[in-house]
């Protein structure tokens, strides 16, 4: 059975830096896009970075470009999402999920309706 686990999340100071890991388990192939979402208290879950199949294509968010980092390793069949400079506003549970569904997996797109398998979350918080 598919089974997506983050990790990572925690308590850090404005500025800070957190990694997280989303490991993914029951799921021999790796044609699969894997993004990252986030959603905060009375907010709409958003997407904050994604990656394709081969890892040679990105798209962040907004509110990501310049201080996030996604990369995956498919070997090991784990993704990673290293956030530097946060700010409280970046308190949320950060959830991974991954698209296994699209054809064309060279590029990546941050609707969260593409993706059908996700993960439990992991809480972020910033705060000083």
């Known amino acids: 059975q598919l089974q997506l686990v983050e990790s990572g999340g925690g308590l850090v100071q404005p500025g800070g830096s957190l990694r997280l890991s989303c490991d993914v388990f029951g799921y021999t192939s790796d044609s699969y896009i894997i993004g990252w979402f986030r959603q905060a208290p009375g907010k709409e879950r958003e997407g904050v970075s994604c990656?394709?199949?081969?890892?040679?294509?990105?798209n962040y968010a907004d509110s990501a470009k310049g201080r996030f980092t996604i990369f995956r390793d498919n070997a090991a069949k784990t993704v990673a999402l290293q956030m530097n400079s946060l700010k409280p506003e970046d308190t949320a549970v950060y959830y991974c999920?991954?698209?296994?569904?699209?054809?064309?997996?060279?590029?990546?797109?941050?609707?969260?309706?593409?993706?059908?398998?996700w993960g439990q979350g992991t809480q972020v918080t910033v705060s000083s």
């Open positions: 999920a991954i698209d296994t569904m699209t054809t064309f997996q060279d590029m990546c797109l941050l609707y969260p309706l593409m993706y059908d398998y």
């Open positions: 990656i394709s199949s081969s890892g040679g294509s990105t």
